[in-house]
């Protein structure tokens, strides 16, 4: 079976390869799957998060949800009261640094931040996924850490829901013990549910 540090690098290969005109035509039709979905309708406050290394464009998403007035979060990368991430909102005059990694967060004061269990909904990056939720990240284990309690309460909130081309898709994951499936994929081709 292929391991996964190989398949997380052929799947971050593959969705690196789309041309950029092909990778923003695969975001703004699986924004439209998304926003059509009940899943999104009833959530007031949602993560999402900054695409990058040929991640598909979370942006035409955000610009959808701010025009809703969905409160929107970025993650960000703590220590803060033993949390690996918190949540950080996210609006047009949010100014954003560099942080862990190279990636861009919001420039706020803990007393801004929030905790997973209070969102509603959340946008989760991935490098692979397979039809069943099973999904691998990009290795750090943040999401996995962050939501761990959903292992145990699968119905508790928020709902995560992975975002990818659908060039990602793998036949089948070996799901791990601390693995924390999704409760839905959006892709340019659709939007799914998983009875997890």
Not at 4 to 25: G, Y
């Given at each position: 079976?292929t391991s996964q540090a190989t398949l997380r690098q052929?799947?971050?290969?593959?969705?690196?390869?789309?041309?950029?005109?092909?990778?923003?035509?695969?975001?703004?039709?699986?924004?439209?799957?998304?926003?059509?979905?009940?899943?999104?309708?009833?959530?007031?406050?949602?993560?999402?998060?900054?695409?990058?290394?040929?991640e598909m464009n979370t942006m035409p998403l955000i610009?959808?949800?701010?025009?809703?007035?969905?409160?929107?979060?970025?993650?960000?990368?703590t220590r803060y009261n033993r949390r690996p991430m918190?949540?950080?909102?996210?609006?047009?005059?949010?100014?954003?640094?560099?942080?862990?990694?190279?990636?861009?967060?919001?420039?706020?004061?803990?007393?801004?931040?929030?905790?997973?269990?209070?969102?509603?909904?959340?946008?989760?990056?991935?490098?692979?996924?397979?039809?069943?939720?099973?999904?691998?990240?990009?290795?750090?284990?943040?999401?996995?850490?962050?939501?761990?309690?959903?292992?145990?309460?699968?119905?508790?909130?928020?709902?995560?829901?992975?975002?990818?081309?659908?060039?990602?898709?793998?036949?089948?994951?070996?799901?791990?013990?601390?693995?924390?499936?999704?409760?839905?994929?959006?892709?340019?081709?659709?939007?799914?549910?998983?009875?997890?």
């Amino acid at each position: 079976m292929t391991s996964q540090a190989t398949l997380r690098q052929q799947c971050r290969q593959r969705r690196r390869s789309l041309p950029p005109e092909l990778q923003q035509l695969h975001a703004q039709t699986a924004a439209r799957f998304i926003l059509r979905s009940r899943t999104i309708m009833r959530a007031r406050k949602v993560a999402v998060f900054l695409s990058e290394d040929g991640e598909m464009n979370t942006m035409p998403l955000i610009q959808a949800l701010w025009q809703r007035k969905v409160n929107i979060y970025l993650p960000v990368l703590t220590r803060y009261n033993r949390r690996p991430m918190m949540f950080a909102p996210f609006t047009t005059k949010t100014k954003l640094e560099p942080k862990y990694f190279g990636i861009h967060e919001p420039q706020v004061g803990k007393h801004e931040l929030i905790d997973g269990k209070h969102l509603d909904l959340v946008i989760t990056p991935l490098a692979c996924f397979d039809a069943s939720g099973n999904r691998i990240g990009m290795g750090g284990g943040y999401y996995d850490k962050t939501f761990q309690f959903k292992r145990y309460f699968k119905n508790a909130s928020p709902k995560l829901i992975g975002w990818a081309h659908q060039c990602q898709e793998v036949k089948e994951l070996q799901s791990q013990p601390w693995d924390v499936r999704l409760n839905g994929l959006v892709t340019e081709m659709q939007f799914t549910l998983f009875n997890n």
